[in-house]
């Protein structure tokens, strides 16, 4: 697949929140994922499939979603970004939130190879 391609195929899957269909399709097994921010006590790089996989599982565990929209794709050569908005609510703590961000991300040989969110300002 092409940059141009897997990036379009990243929207279709996130608008219907296909989380883990796009992990198992598009991402290269030694997918390197970077956080704004460390989670609890961790580091904001989580590398592999799996690691990817448990950031998923914590998502989908943690929130819940109300609306989840995905603007983009924005594409260039062997990268592309996906701005991101999602109106949530933090399911242990009962805080509602909206959150913006971007991800950029970097493909090679038709996967993605690593992946940075930007919260917005």
């Not at 929130?63 to 594409?75: C, Q, T, W, Y």
């Amino acid at each position: 697949m092409t940059t141009k391609e897997v990036a379009e195929k990243v929207v279709e899957l996130v608008r219907k929140q296909a989380w883990y269909e796009a992990l198992d399709a598009l991402y290269d097994d030694n997918i390197v994922s970077v956080e704004a921010y460390a989670g609890a006590g961790g580091s904001p790089e989580t590398r592999g499939k799996e690691g990817v996989r448990g950031k998923i599982d914590w998502w989908v565990s943690a929130m819940e979603i109300h609306s989840f929209d995905a603007n983009g794709p924005f594409v260039a050569n062997d990268r592309f970004v996906v701005q991101y908005d999602a109106d949530v609510t933090e399911k242990e703590s009962k805080e509602r939130r909206k959150i913006s961000e971007v991800g950029v991300y970097t493909v090679k040989n038709g996967k993605i190879v690593r992946e940075e969110f930007l919260p917005r300002a």
